[in-house]
């Protein structure tokens, strides 16, 4: 993997190496007569696996394949999970015959180009990544206190359209694979100041759109003879995708939940969330009630603040009837303001407001103030993952 170049960029840089405004048509005087065209482009080679994608127990069997002893699959995955190896070479005690083969079969590189990186004042960190086919995920580094967390992207874009995402605006590219979603934590832990403590997947995409790949994602980074992020220490977010929350009841992992409700009813939900339509609150509670009760754990339930829509008592009231018999959490979070959505972020007094009749209900929230100016001010995606930063924290409203 090359190493990511610290690079602060003005946005409109950034852009230009996205995929929305990339190659636009050229002019058509530009364009080539017929008989001069180049052939059409070759059918793609199918991409390799990538090496950071696979578990130990497919390193076993990979090295049993190449007729090597047990021994070589736990180096393999020392040289990748602990020592973060970027190329194959420099797995010094494998033989160069097996290195060879390795490299046959499994690419080590997930990104094809340096990352570009926007810094805020505040410390966060957001990585733009460019994937093997072209395609742009981003990745941001949120240091608190004395943590710090990932937020990693899922998918590349999503498919899921709710009207006040940056992400959903943009619609749906792929999913991600284990590899480049490990990848994105290897990226990032070679350029972070502090170790990364955290995981939080709350960048681009649904997570349980893409649930075989993130679930196998968490369980390498989770490994304890690799990167170790311990299960608690990840938080998957979805946006209501009913049958994933049933399967992650039978998983047996200990990761957190977050559920992004934004709304207390099925009217005002379904007019910002198209999934609604799908699996309605009715079927969304029941799912988490379930889960509660045969994880035991508790889940946080996000909640974006938009003035006049859904801030009011009565929404707080709701809220409340909805969460409490599960023991629910609340995340707040006041809007962070996109282009083509035209609410906007209730004043925080009235953001405190809600948090407080919460509170007064014995429900656990958090809310925290956008400390974010310059680049990072305009993104969306990036600021909530500030918050959901906050919210792993459990840093309280009367801390804030
Ligand atoms: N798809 C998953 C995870 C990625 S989105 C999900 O929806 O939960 C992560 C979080 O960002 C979600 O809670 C989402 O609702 C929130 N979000 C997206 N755009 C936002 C915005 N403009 N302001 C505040 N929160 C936003
Ligand atoms: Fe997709 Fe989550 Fe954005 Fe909705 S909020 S469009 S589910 S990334």
Redesign the pocket.
């Known amino acids: 993997m090359p190493p990511v170049r610290k690079k602060v960029v003005k946005p409109a840089a950034v852009a230009a190496q996205t995929p929305k405004s990339a190659p636009a048509k050229p002019p058509a005087q530009e364009q080539q007569p017929a008989q001069a065209q180049p052939p059409p482009p070759k059918p793609q080679q199918p991409l390799k696996p990538l090496a950071w994608g696979l578990l130990p127990a497919e390193w076993k069997a990979a090295c049993a394949e190449f007729r090597q002893p047990a021994f070589r699959a736990k180096q393999i995955w020392k040289w990748l999970q602990q020592r973060r190896a970027i190329s194959w070479d420099a797995m010094t005690d494998i033989p160069t015959a097996l290195r060879d083969k390795l490299a046959e079969r499994y690419d080590i590189t997930a990104w094809t180009d340096d990352a570009y990186e926007q810094s805020a004042d505040d410390g966060v960190r957001k990585l733009l990544l460019c994937c093997r086919d072209g395609v742009r995920i981003e990745s941001v580094i949120i240091p608190a206190r004395d943590q710090s967390t990932l937020?990693i992207?899922?998918?590349a874009g999503?498919a899921?359209g709710?009207a006040?995402?940056?992400?959903?605006k943009c619609g749906f590219e792929r999913n991600l694979d284990p590899g480049e979603i490990v990848g994105q934590f290897v990226a990032a832990a070679a350029v972070a100041t502090r170790r990364l403590t955290h995981v939080?997947?709350?960048?681009?995409?649904?997570?349980?759109?893409n649930y075989d790949n993130v679930i196998k994602a968490v369980r390498i980074l989770n490994d304890f003879d690799g990167i170790a992020i311990g299960a608690r220490r990840m938080t998957?977010?979805?946006?209501?995708v009913v049958p994933g929350i049933e399967r992650l009841a039978t998983e047996n992992l200990q990761v957190e939940l977050?559920?992004?409700l934004?709304a207390p009813n099925d009217e005002l939900r379904s007019k910002i969330?198209p999934?609604n339509k799908r699996w309605p609150m009715s079927e969304l509670m029941a799912a988490c009630d379930n889960y509660t009760r045969t994880t035991g754990r508790v889940i946080t339930f996000?909640y974006?603040l938009v003035d006049g829509f859904n801030n009011l008592p009565e929404h707080a009231d709701r809220l409340i009837e909805l969460i409490k018999p599960m023991r629910g959490r609340v995340?707040l979070?006041?809007?962070?303001?996109?282009e083509h959505?035209d609410g906007v972020?209730p004043d925080m007094e009235s953001c405190e407001a809600f948090a407080r009749r919460l509170q007064k209900a014995a429900i656990n929230v958090t809310l925290r103030r956008s400390k974010g100016k310059g680049v990072t001010a305009a993104c969306?995606?990036l600021?909530?993952?500030r918050?959901?930063a906050a919210a792993s924290a459990q840093i309280p409203v009367s801390d804030i």
């Open positions: 937020c992207s899922s998918q999503c899921f709710c006040f995402c940056a992400t959903g939080v997947f709350m960048g681009m995409g649904e997570p349980f759109a998957l977010s979805t946006c209501g977050s559920v992004s934004h969330m999934v996000e974006t995340n979070i006041p809007l962070s303001p996109v959505f972020a969306g995606q600021r909530l993952s918050l959901a």
